[in-house]
C-alpha cells in the first residue's frame, strides 16, 4: 500500500517537474526570440545611420532570374576592388545585408553592387529604403519558370528595382529580354537600353568573330566605338559583358578602359 503511495507520489513529482521544464523552454523560447528581434532591429539601424551618413555612396542594384547574376560579377572586376562593395547573390534579406554594410568601416566615395533576386512583391522596396541605389539595371528575367509560375506578380516584383529608383536615378535595360523589354517601354524615367546588334539602343554589340580561343567584337554608344578581344569563348555571355560595360560607361568607365580590363579575364 505505501509502495503504491509512493508510486503515485513521484509520478504526480514528475509531471510537475515536466510541466515546470516545458514552462522553462517556452519561456527561454520566447526570450530569446526577443533578444534575437532587437538584435536585427539594431543591425538594421545601425546600417541605416552608416548609409545616411557616407558621402558620395552609389548603389547599383541588380535584378535578375537567377542566383548568378554574371553581369553583376563583370562590373565589379572593370573597378578598383579598394572602392567597391559587392554583396553576393546568398545575401537577399535586409537583416544580412545589413551585416554586410556594417562590416565595412568607411562607405565614403565607394560603389555598392548588388543582386535583387527576390520574386516576393514588397522585398525589393525594402532592401532599397536602406541603400537608396542610383542605378537600376534589369539583365534577365526570361526563364522556364515564368512559364508555371505567376509571371505578373514576378515581374511586378523585379520592377520595383525601376519603381524605387530618385526622379534623377538611370534605368538600364537588356532590351533583347523579352520580358524586360515591355517593362523598359512603360518607363519614362531616364532609361538605357542594351543588347545584341539592334543600332537603334543605346548600347549594342556588333561585328561579332570568333577565332580559336578569341571571341572579338565592337561595343557602340552613342560616342564611340570601340573593338573588344577578349580570352572568352563562350558568345553566350556576349549579352552579360555589354551589360556590364554599360553600367560601367554610365558610372564614368570609358569603353576603352573597360576594353582593356576585360583582355585580362579569362573566365567568366
Not at 13 to 30: D, G, H, P, S, T
Not at 93 to 100: C, K, N, V
Not at 230 to 258: F, Q, R, S, W
Request: glycine share 2%; aromatic share 8%; net charge negative.
Amino acid at each position: 500500500m505505501i509502495t503504491d503511495y509512493l508510486t503515485i507520489i513521484l509520478f504526480f513529482i514528475v509531471v510537475i517537474v515536466i510541466l515546470l521544464l516545458f514552462r522553462y523552454e517556452k519561456i527561454k523560447a520566447i526570450i530569446l526570440k526577443e533578444i534575437k528581434k532587437r538584435n536585427i532591429k539594431k543591425e538594421i539601424n545601425m546600417a541605416y545611420d552608416k548609409v545616411r551618413a557616407t558621402e558620395n555612396l552609389k548603389t547599383i542594384s541588380f535584378a535578375c532570374n537567377s542566383d548568378d547574376n554574371k553581369t553583376k560579377m563583370l562590373a565589379c572586376k572593370f573597378f578598383d576592388s579598394d572602392n567597391t562593395v559587392e554583396i553576393k547573390e546568398n545575401i537577399n534579406t535586409i537583416y544580412d545585408i545589413s551585416r554586410e554594410i556594417n562590416k565595412n568601416d568607411n562607405l565614403d566615395n565607394s560603389i555598392i553592387f548588388m543582386n535583387t533576386n527576390c520574386n516576393e512583391i514588397g522585398k525589393i522596396s525594402e532592401i532599397s529604403d536602406l541603400l537608396n541605389p542610383q542605378i537600376g539595371i534589369m539583365t534577365d528575367i526570361e526563364s522556364k519558370v515564368l512559364d508555371t509560375e505567376n509571371t505578373e506578380n514576378i515581374l511586378k516584383s523585379k520592377y520595383e528595382i525601376i519603381e524605387v529608383l530618385p526622379p534623377e536615378g538611370i534605368a538600364i535595360f537588356n532590351y533583347d529580354d523579352k520580358y524586360i523589354k515591355k517593362l523598359a517601354d512603360k518607363t519614362f524615367k531616364e532609361k538605357v537600353l542594351y543588347g545584341i546588334e539592334n543600332e537603334e539602343l543605346d548600347y549594342y554589340i556588333d561585328n561579332i568573330r570568333e577565332d580559336e580561343k578569341n571571341l572579338k567584337f565592337n561595343i557602340n554608344n552613342n560616342k564611340e566605338k570601340v573593338e573588344f578581344n577578349t580570352k572568352i569563348e563562350n558568345k553566350e555571355y556576349l549579352i552579360d559583358i555589354l551589360g556590364a560595360v554599360t553600367v560601367c560607361n554610365v558610372l564614368g568607365i570609358n569603353l576603352k578602359k573597360t576594353s582593356k580590363r576585360l583582355e585580362k579575364i579569362i573566365e567568366i
